[in-house]
């Protein structure tokens, strides 16, 4: 079975802190992704990167960024958090399909739930 | 763009009864993937069932299946023979592709289902 695992399932912190939150997958996906859930938003896309290196934005990238120096690690760093970032956060992975569109499910981590006090 | 609608926020179902949970979705595209996904008060989201548009035949996994209706653009879970285990946030999916074996999923903003004893 495909294992996303999240650094921390709760966490606080304070405004202006900078927090990084890690993801971990053991399939060698090369697929990650970033998304913040909210009340009555469903899951919004953060950023998401298709190899080592490289990143791209996704729906909501302000005041966000991400690295990817291996391949089974995706981090998210908000570099001056503030309290509009309270929300849980869930990691993905998924590995590329063929053709046009893959098809392929993302498999998703237990999520963090981060407040920013 | 594309949009995934869940218009019913809250749904309940006694134990062994079905119950439909109901998703639309808008898109110019003509392939494309549409998944339901379950997240139980545990938190992982975990996948239920995947449909790809080119096929005509509705998918089942066990007691879920779906109701898909291309032209209609309606994307509906059944679940029979429900069980406690099933109470969760469900949230309907679509699939478009970003290129380079890339894709990016676009989520409702979801159902949660309670099942009575």
């Known amino acids: 079975d495909v294992k996303v695992t999240q650094s921390s399932r709760y966490l606080v912190k304070r405004t202006g802190e900078k927090v990084f939150l890690e993801c971990v997958q053991d399939m060698d996906h090369e697929n990650m992704f970033w998304y913040r859930q909210d009340p009555g938003l469903g899951l919004r896309l953060i950023y998401f990167?298709?190899?080592?290196?490289?990143?791209e934005k996704g729906d909501i990238p302000e005041g966000y960024s991400v690295s990817r120096e291996k391949k089974e690690r995706f981090s998210l760093i908000l570099e001056s958090a503030s309290t509009n970032q309270t929300s849980m956060y869930l990691c993905?992975?998924?590995?590329?399909?063929?053709?046009?569109?893959?098809?392929?499910?993302?498999?998703f981590g237990d999520g963090t739930r981060l407040s920013i006090l | 763009a594309q949009t995934v609608t869940q218009s019913q926020p809250e749904m309940s179902v006694q134990e062994a009864e079905t119950v439909t949970l109901s998703c639309t979705y808008d898109t110019s595209e003509s392939n494309y993937y549409l998944f339901w996904y379950k997240q139980p008060p545990s938190r992982q989201m975990i996948l239920v069932i995947r449909q790809e548009a080119y096929k005509q035949q509705n998918a089942t996994e066990n007691r879920f299946s779906v109701n898909f209706q291309k032209a209609a653009k309606s994307f509906s879970l059944k679940i029979s023979d429900s069980q406690l285990g099933d109470t969760a946030m469900y949230f309907c999916a679509f699939m478009k592709p970003l290129g380079g074996n890339t894709d990016k999923l676009i989520f409702g903003t979801g159902t949660r289902l309670q099942v009575f004893p």
């Open positions: 993905a992975s998924s590995s590329p399909g063929t053709g046009q569109i893959s098809g392929q499910p993302q498999h």
């Open positions: 990167s298709y190899d080592v290196k490289m990143k």
